[in-house]
């Protein structure tokens, strides 16, 4: 009996189901058929060819472009147990006769060859005696002198399939190709009567993220702080800005490298093997990194510029997430990058043909920054793809951050330039604006004028940066300047600053936000890392290889110890199983007997309440996403902030609790039947139609007396607030994390140092009063005591905060404990 395709991805790959496309593309090889298949990165192409490879009788040749990715393909069915080999130009002489003398006896399934390959007479006479079920071309771009990267030997392909004594089935794939290259593709390699497949460019797991800002630094720290034990890659435009990005991270030690052009064959080759095989984290790089570099894992890309193209840039975003897992890509922009990249094309390109179409595709690069739809449907759309509504997936989708209204500001500087009559720079324009001093501005009696010291609220950073941001929206222009001492910018208005002037267009900027982590700290999941590296180092194979990150995340949540546990992790299939099972069981067995997990009562515990006292939920982030943005919409509607409505817990509860109706809603902590009238029947429906679309097996279990712990986290409030102060996490961004206000945290910090805990962590208390008001409240504190915080509020004006109360009082207390605050 022949073996089900199903069966095969099952037992070897250790999935259960097929992606989009697979199936269909699968079953017209089998079925004899060519097939052409364009499909996006990370979309599973391979496994379209290899499945049938095992299915058919005979040995299916992949013609490969790339030899650091063949090797890397055979590696991964190596370790699967499939029989599979290269050749390729990196084999010795005896490694070589060696494969020919196997394909001889038949031993290999599948054999990934490079183009060049087939003008060898030896391997074309071996090869036509052979039983060849498939050629399967990879990347099959590459045959298209219109494709972006062609390649002159692909075209030997047709001749070698002429040459063959019966013809076997012919499939080609690829992940982009226009409508050039498609007929290109069929033509050259003369495919017959092809099935064809596109199952689009999209990239569904790639959340796309567009921060005008000019503040890079800061956004790239902050994002690098949160998502530490990822793995990422930071693209910059020039040499000179990749070294000083790698240095400022190499100074925080942060785990990191760097690759650009300028750095010699061998060490790029180093640091790129090293990022691959996870021992380093974080890739600088100009655009020259990237290419035929097969790393599942990177979790997120950042562009600290924006690139030439929307081609390069896709490109690049590319390289996140190959793996299927959500992963995020953050393009910072500021106006400074247009100017750049109009400089690398005027040095870059001499031709003036090239030079016209790439000034062209700079300006669509531009025209998508600016845009304000959806960012995935624009980009698909330049690739002559479509999406149906939006993609809820972009920055501009989520909406995230939220809208303030700037108009009076940006008012107050376009004023300012009309009245500095000439074009200056930033720097003087922030000077006459915050009222300085400075020789220039009062030679040039900028003193005088109305719009002198009119922003004095703004300190100079902040200024420049509010500059920049309205330069990047397109309120201001940025002129280049040719002086004696080089060129130098100055800031000139144009037709939009003059309709923000006549309140025509309001000026509307949404805050961005740095994302946390999906990575959810746990040490399990650390050594099964550190046993999965040392399998790799010992059978010289990348960590992927052995298993995906999300695998050891399953095993690390479900405390995999079975055969069974283990094969129903997607990702696990027998044979993969057979190899390293037991070593991640034993490893998983030694961290449940260390802390005396009893995994059979956890699981009870989890499955079922009778004898346990808490609910454990786990948030399902996605669903968790789109409750948070219904949120934000009824937050808006209603003028008030999003924890107002449902609190982030409430939320996190109902994403993993899944609650189908009114009564099981009511259930939920937070939620109670007013809020369930206002918003019970959306959340609903969105509930129920995440379940439906995503398959999910939901066991509705009441809460009855027990307490929720959401996450694994079973820590009261005040505890994870002193937590993060020790961690150093400031108060403004404790209570923003916490949902709890400013005062309340310095309540818990009162109560804490009254207990006779000892505080290391700085205290900013100074930020939450101003010296007037610390004598009415000290005052106050005397006449009425210090503990009954309310009492001493009543009696004091209203503009003076609950938080400024707590903040004294806790000074003064500190001071008296010998603190120096
Ligand atoms: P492509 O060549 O299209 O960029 P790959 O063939 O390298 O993509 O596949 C990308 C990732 O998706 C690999 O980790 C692969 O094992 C995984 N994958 C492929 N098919 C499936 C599937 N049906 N279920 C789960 N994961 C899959």
Redesign the pocket.
């Known amino acids: 009996m022949k073996i089900k395709p199903l069966d095969i ?1 099952s037992k070897y ?1 250790g ?1 259960t ?3 989009k496309g ?1 199936e269909s593309i699968i079953n017209s090889i089998i079925n004899k058929k060519d097939v052409l298949a364009i ?1 996006p ?7 379209c060819y290899q499945v049938p490879a095992l299915c058919l009788e005979g040995i299916t040749i992949v013609i490969s472009p790339l030899i650091s990715l063949m090797k890397d393909q055979v590696d991964t069915l190596k370790v699967m147990g499939i029989d599979a080999e290269f050749i390729n130009s990196s084999l010795s002489t005896t490694e070589y006769n060696q494969i020919l003398e196997n394909i001889e006896l038949d031993k290999y399934k599948l054999l990934y060859v490079a183009p060049e390959r087939l003008d060898s007479m030896e391997f074309i006479n071996l090869m036509k005696t052979k039983n060849i079920s498939q050629i399967a071309i990879d990347e099959a771009h590459c045959i298209s002198s219109w494709g972006h990267d062609f390649r002159p030997s692909y075209k030997r392909i047709p001749y070698f399939i002429k040459s063959l004594n019966i013809r076997p089935i012919v499939t080609a794939f690829t ?1 982009t190709a226009s409508d050039e290259v498609k007929y290109d593709i069929m033509n050259i390699l003369d495919l017959q009567k092809p099935d064809v497949y596109i199952t689009g460019f999209d990239r569904e797991n790639l959340s796309i993220n567009i921060v005008k800002s000019s503040s890079k630094n800061r956004y790239l720290l902050d994002y690098i702080e949160n998502h530490k034990n990822e793995s990422g890659i930071i693209y910059a435009a020039t040499r000179k800005e990749v070294e000083s990005i790698y240095e400022g991270l190499l100074k925080r030690n942060y785990s990191v490298s760097k690759y650009h052009a300028g750095l010699t064959n061998e060490i790029r080759k180093e640091n790129q093997e090293k990022f691959i095989n996870d021992e380093i984290q974080i890739m600088v790089a100009t655009n020259a990194f990237g290419m035929g570099i097969d790393k ?1 894992n990177v979790r997120w890309v950042i562009h600290y510029n924006m690139p030439q193209s929307i081609e390069n840039y896709y490109q690049e975003i590319g390289r996140a997430g ?3 897992e959500a992963s995020e890509c953050v393009l910072l922009f500021t106006p400074g990058d247009v100017h750049t990249q109009k400089y690398l094309v005027e040095v870059g390109i001499d031709n003036p043909e090239r030079k016209r179409i790439q000034y062209k595709k700079l300006q669509q690069m531009v025209d998508l920054v600016y845009s304000n739809g959806c960012y995935r449907k624009s980009i698909l759309n330049y690739f002559g793809d479509d999406l149906e509504g939006k993609c809820d997936n972009c920055s501009n989708c989520l909406n995230e951050g939220e809208v303030v209204d700037k108009t009076l500001d940006a008012q107050k500087v376009i004023s300012c330039i009309a009245r500095m009559k000439r074009s200056f720079g930033a720097t003087m324009i922030i000077d006459v604006l915050r009222g300085s001093k400075n020789k220039k501005v009062i030679e040039q009696k900028f003193d005088s004028l109305t719009t002198y010291g009119i922003m004095k609220n703004y300190s100079a950073e902040d200024l420049k940066t509010f500059i920049n941001t309205l330069v990047a929206h397109g309120f201001l222009e940025v002129v280049e300047n040719i002086g004696v001492r080089g060129s130098f910018p100055t800031i000139k208005l144009n037709e939009q600053s003059m309709r923000v002037i006549k309140n025509e267009i309001k000026v509307e900027f949404k805050e961005s936000r740095v994302t946390k982590s999906r990575y959810v700290e746990n040490e399990l999941y650390e050594r099964l890392v550190e046993l999965r590296s040392e399998i790799a180092r010992e059978n010289y194979i990348a960590p992927y290889m052995v298993f ?1 990150d999300s695998v050891l995340k399953s095993m690390s949540s479900t405390y995999a110890t079975t055969k069974e546990e283990m094969i129903s992790i ?1 990702g696990v299939g027998e044979i993969k199983y057979e190899k390293y099972g037991n070593k991640f069981i034993n490893i998983i067995k030694e961290y449940l007997l260390e802390y005396g997990i009893d995994k059979e009562s956890n699981t009870k515990k989890l499955n079922n309440n009778e004898d346990g006292e808490f609910l454990f939920v786990n948030t399902d982030i996605k669903l968790y996403e789109k409750l948070k943005e219904l949120r934000l919409k009824y937050a808006q509607k209603e003028k008030t902030m999003p924890y107002r409505i449902l609190s982030n817990n409430t939320l996190k509860e109902i994403s993993g609790r899944y609650p189908k109706d009114n009564i099981e809603l009511n259930d939920i902590s937070g939620i109670g039947p007013v809020k369930i009238d206002k918003y019970g029947k959306d959340i609903l429906e969105i509930v129920n139609s995440y379940i439906k679309e995503n398959n999910i097996d939901t066991l509705w279990k009441e809460k009855n007396k027990l307490k929720v712990v959401i996450d694994g986290e079973s820590r009261k409030n005040n505890e994870i607030a002193l937590d993060l102060l020790n961690q150093g996490k400031s108060i403004e961004y404790i209570s923003e994390e916490l949902e709890t206000s400013i005062s309340t945290i310095l309540g818990y910090i009162y109560d804490y140092v009254k207990e006779g805990q000892l505080i290391n962590f700085k205290l900013n208390l100074k930020d939450f009063y101003n010296n007037e008001e610390k004598e009415i409240i000290l005052d106050a504190c005397r006449a009425f005591g210090e503990e009954k915080i309310s009492v001493i509020k009543k009696n004091l004006p209203d503009y003076i905060k609950y938080e400024s109360i707590r903040a004294v009082i806790l000074e003064k207390y500190l001071e008296k404990m010998g603190y120096n605050v």
Do not use: W
Not at 41 to 47: I, P, Q, R, Y
């Open positions: 991805l790959y999935y189901s097929f992606r697979q499909m990165t990370g979309g599973g192409k391979s496994v992940a599942f190959r793996d299927g995906g997607s």
